[in-house]
């Protein structure tokens, strides 16, 4: 019963999350942030007592380091209160369904984390290819060929350096290449990617949490931005005031991917295997 109850938090917050991102246009709502928060407080004082400490110190990690990354503008604030409250639900890995491997009493979130990043890795390029139907926008240059080509290589020459140093074995194979194919085709395709994540909004229509796809914009284009607004990526409230009157549209991350569906396959695979790496290796 001590571990069922956090188990089902767990599932019904990320569960909740991942339906905002998909069927509420990227949006949670600030309510059911708060609550999922306060609903991992309460958890943690409850079942996991013992641990308290540890349990808040984890989160607090995770917050300040969620919030700088907020504020970078490179995810939304949903993403980071539901990274807290995963913290504060189950803080330290449990064994997995699946297999029976010691996770080391490592914090739960940091396999979340791995196991987010390999969703991701995967499922973007994916996504944005096979169900993101749209024409191709942009033509891979050499430049980014050859960035591809490089990171693959060295993705190689890593597996070579494991192979002369510790011995391979298939996980370990299976490891780096499973973290070299998707980044090296990221890396090619990196401008038609994110090209098929971003609209053009009219500066009146942009929304607080909204993030601004600078990269996407000429170098005219930039140099106003910034004339007329603080630098930065994120929306706030701040910058949709300095551009009132503004007469022009931005990029913005309109199709971004929906994090919180990675960080739900993050929390599932977790669970099943424990820690990706060590269930590997």
Known sequence: METEVPLLCLAAVTVLYAAFDLFNKRNVPDIFAYA?????????????????LESLLIAAVIAAIGYVVYRRGLWGAGDYFELVAVSLLLPV????FLVLANQFALPFILSVFIATGFAALWTVPTYYFLVVRRKWS????????SYGLLLFFLYISLLVFVYATVGLTLGRVLLILAIAIPSSVTMMFGDEITA????????????????????MMGAKERKLFAARAASGRLVTKKLIHSLEG????LPVYKNAAPLAVFILMGVVVSLLVGNVVLFII
């Open 36 to 52: 999922s928060v306060v609903l991992g407080v309460i958890v943690t004082l409850v079942y996991d007592s013992s641990i308290l």
């Open 93 to 96: 890995q449990p064994l997995p």
């Open 138 to 145: 942009r033509k891979m240059s050499e430049k980014q060929l």
């Open 196 to 215: 098929r994540m971003v609209e053009r909004v009219h500066a009146k229509e942009l929304e607080e949490g909204d993030i601004i796809a600078i990269n």
């Open 246 to 249: 503004a007469r022009y549209t």
